[in-house]
């Protein structure tokens, strides 16, 4: 176990003193503007590599495809290395520098080396001499605006082809349309079995003038050899060439006064839902405007006439692509409301559009409709249009043409003083003011009646030697001696423990002084003087003058005593 | 008790003067706004300006005002008047949005693409900030009052969230005066700040118009500011409005 930790150590230790080197390999230094080689950035000496960055002065294309890492021990020399390797392709014919790549270990920058790219342009090899080849095309070479126009891009490949990336060109100037998802036909030409892969995008001109389509591309890998450890795969680019197509103004000879834009083919149907209605109830009149081409922006269709009322729901539209080509259909309800009795006619409805197939503006119309209006049976002119629930016509967007600052305030309303502009912050001192006061009195109320309560019960037991003193001095002349002399020393006793003195007996006494500190003595002479009192005063006995001085000093005794005492 | 001090607090309130709108008032706003409508800015700034003296606390007295220094071309000063009607109408979406426009046209990028005094920015203005401190110290006191004679658990915890909201009221309304008496905004077209007072020092950096700054300190004629990201330096009360 030892002798693995040495090695594990003697190991790292080696890997952390290597030196750190960055190399950049290309597979060649020279290539044309339709192929792609193999870049690698080897690093030597470190585990913890961040992914190389290479820079290519913006005239490649690079693609990481993966990295590996080894291991070398030779003579107890440990050399860690990892390759990360990229695919190149070129953007443009030239003489360019790659590099250097750049990778960043444990927060220190290291560069490699930089390496010079002959590009040259593509090799003119004819298509039916290669193994593989793309070609895009359009249907036509020029169109009026807002034509349909379509763009083909093919791959042909007698080779197998794996990991195609598509790179679909940007359509500036067009409206695009996917027309569908990627269609492969196998083709025998000549006896050789061609793989056909197609993809068809739907094109719609939004600009005049000579435009030009980028040329697509596509990245793949195409098999070398297999074996039985694998297969060896070299990267391969396709690119294809840029077409040209004109783009035409619409004429504008016989343009009709109702040409709204609308290029395709089209018709314009009308229906109507009743023929025969009472006045005042409504019918469906249903226009529905169909054929090749985009039809969202055509507005509603105006009919101008004074015999009934129209009220126009919102229109529906649904565009499909069949056959290479769009289909569209706008249908628009109106309600119609007769406003008088009889015999009343829809006129007949047209279209304009301009059909880039004739290279002419074409029109179509409705037939004229006639409905027969009876009478209302109450005679009102009542609008029954229940069933049309949004009668909103098709919301358009906003064009915002200027901003500028939002509109002044107007009213002179907005100088005056609100009620909450009365409010000051000195009328939140004086109530924080006034508060605290109300609390501090409640909180002195409060604690102040407590303490008198206290002090109440304090005073009575310090002064209850006092008022017995002041009260025993007059109490040989009372007539009723006993019952004076045992009031006074139950109030005595009662003014010292907070109870009702006049309610204390001889039996309580023992209860009494349960938890205070008197002796035993002196509670039993307590208990004797108790008892001599209830005697003389319940027993019948009458008290002479000698005995009465005998119990004067034996109650200022006791309660001397129980003065010390408690 | 208190039922008794709430009416002498409202009464307070109430009996305090309030500034009637008289016919000439009306009259000299309807003609600021024929004048702003008309395009003639200067004469509705100096209408406008003569309202502003008398209605102190009309925050749309100060958007009409901002728009016309706005339209005749004083974008300093429409910023620093639009910053004072948020102050007024916080949640005001015409002033926001005119707030906007006019810092928009300001030359100064500050304190990485967001506006100094938009961190005074709060959305009471000081009368609705009053409103809730008095409420709250009203909630407190009432808590406080009611603890004397009953304690429980919610008593004890209402007492702390009660405390709570009024040091938190107490403490936007004392940013909200802070911000108020210390807001500025640079005037002249280019003005440079200054290390200490007086032009012959070292010149720190250049302010365009339209640039907010918080005004730390005055001293003559000179004002201390920061634009934040400790920049501070003097710059001459002249060129900046405050």
């Given at each position: 176990m030892k002798f693995y930790f040495f090695i594990y150590i003697l190991m790292m230790a080696n890997l952390s003193l290597a030196q750190i080197q960055v190399h950049l390999e290309v597979d060649s230094d020279a290539m044309s503007v339709n192929e792609v080689i193999g870049v690698s950035v080897k690093i030597v000496g470190?585990?913890?590599?961040?992914?190389p960055k290479i820079n290519t002065n913006g005239n490649f294309n690079l693609q990481h495809e993966g990295s590996s890492s080894q291991i070398n021990i030779i003579n107890s020399n440990t050399t860690i290395s990892t390759s990360h390797q990229f695919q190149l392709s070129p953007i443009k014919p030239g003489n360019f520098t790659l590099g250097p790549a750049t990778v960043e270990i444990d927060g220190n920058e290291y560069t490699s080396n930089v390496v010079s790219i002959r590009v040259s342009t593509a090799t003119s090899v004819p298509n039916k001499d290669r193994h593989y080849y793309i070609e895009t095309f359009l249907d036509k070479k020029e169109a009026y605006l807002g034509e349909q126009v379509i763009h083909t891009f093919k791959l042909l490949n007698k080779v197998q082809l794996y990991n195609s990336t598509l790179e679909i060109p940007k359509f500036d100037g067009f409206i695009s349309e996917s027309l569908g998802p990627e269609k492969s036909v196998i083709k025998i030409i000549n006896g050789v079995r061609w793989k056909e892969t197609e993809i068809k995008t739907l094109l719609i001109p939004t600009k005049t003038g000579d435009l030009e389509i980028p040329p697509a591309s596509i990245n793949a890998k195409l098999i070398i050899s297999q074996s039985f450890f694998g297969a060896e795969t070299k990267p391969v680019r396709l690119v294809s060439e840029a077409i040209k197509i004109r783009i035409k103004e619409l004429p504008l000879t016989n343009k009709p006064s109702n040409f709204s834009g609308l290029i395709g083919e089209f018709n314009i149907s009308a229906s109507l839902e009743k023929n025969n209605i009472k006045r005042g109830e409504s019918t469906t009149l249903t226009l529905e405007i169909s054929g090749i081409g985009d039809s969202q922006d055509f507005p509603e269709p105006e009919i101008k006439t004074n015999e009934f009322k129209i009220y126009n729901d919102k229109p529906t539209f649904n565009k499909t692509v069949q056959g290479n080509q769009i289909r569209s259909v706008k249908t628009f309800k109106k309600a119609i409301v007769p406003q008088k009795a009889g015999n009343i006619t829809i006129p007949s409805i047209e279209i304009a559009f301009f059909n880039p197939s004739s290279g002419k503006y074409e029109s179509k119309s409705t037939q004229a409709i006639s409905i027969n209006v009876l009478p209302s049976e109450n005679g009102d002119e009542e609008l029954?249009?229940?069933?049309?629930n949004n009668l909103t016509s098709e919301k358009r967007n906003i064009n915002l043409l200027a901003t500028d600052l939002m509109p002044i305030f107007y009213h002179p309303g907005v100088l005056e003083n609100r009620f909450t502009q009365n409010i000051k912050i000195n009328h939140l001192y004086v109530f924080n003011i006034f508060a605290f006061i109300l609390y501090i009195c409640l909180y002195y109320q409060k604690h102040f009646k407590n303490k008198i309560k206290l002090d109440f019960k304090k005073t009575k037991r310090n002064k209850a030697f006092s008022v017995f003193n002041k009260q025993y001095k007059n109490l040989k002349k009372q007539p009723h001696f006993c019952s004076q002399a045992s009031a006074l020393l139950r109030e005595y006793l009662g003014d010292k423990f907070q109870?009702?003195?006049?309610?204390?007996?001889t039996f309580d006494l023992d209860k009494i002084f349960l938890n205070s500190k008197i002796s035993k003595q002196t509670l039993l002479e307590l208990k004797n003087i108790f008892t001599k009192l209830d005697n003389f005063q319940f027993g019948g006995i009458t008290i002479n003058d000698s005995q009465k001085d005998e119990l004067m000093v034996a109650l200022f005794k006791i309660v001397k005593k129980l003065e010390q005492e408690l | 008790m208190i039922s008794k001090i709430l009416f002498l607090y409202f009464l307070l309130i109430f009996s305090s003067s309030t500034l009637a709108l008289n016919e000439s008032d009306t009259k000299i706003f309807i003609d600021s706004n024929t004048s702003y409508d008309q395009g003639d800015y200067k004469n509705a700034l100096l209408k406008y300006q003569e309202l502003a003296k008398r209605f102190p606390k009309s925050g749309e007295l100060y958007y009409n005002l901002a728009n016309a220094y706005y339209k005749n071309g004083e974008l300093g000063k429409s910023i620093f008047y639009y910053i004072k009607a948020r102050k007024i109408l916080p949640r005001s979406g015409d002033v926001k949005y005119n707030l906007e426009y006019a810092r928009n046209q300001k030359i100064d990028k500050q304190e990485s693409d967001k506006n100094l005094l938009d961190l005074f920015h709060i959305p009471f203005n000081e009368n609705e900030l009053l409103i809730l401190v008095t409420v709250c110290a009203l909630a407190f006191w009432t808590i406080m009052i009611i603890s004397l004679y009953k304690r429980n658990f919610i008593i004890m915890y209402t007492r702390y969230i009660t405390v709570s909201l009024l040091i938190l009221t107490s403490t936007l309304l004392i940013l909200h005066n802070f911000s108020e008496k210390n807001i500025g905004v640079v005037t002249a077209q280019e003005t440079s700040v200054f290390?200490?007072?007086?032009?012959?020092?070292?010149?720190?950096f250049t302010l365009h118009e339209g640039s907010e700054i918080v005004v730390l300190d005055k001293k003559d004629n000179w004002n201390l500011i920061t634009i934040g990201d400790n920049r501070k330096g003097w710059i001459p009360s002249d060129k900046i409005i405050n």
């Open positions: 470190a585990r913890n590599a961040s992914t029954k249009l229940a069933t049309f109870l009702d003195g006049k309610s204390i007996t | 290390s200490t007072i007086g032009v012959n020092s070292i010149k720190l």
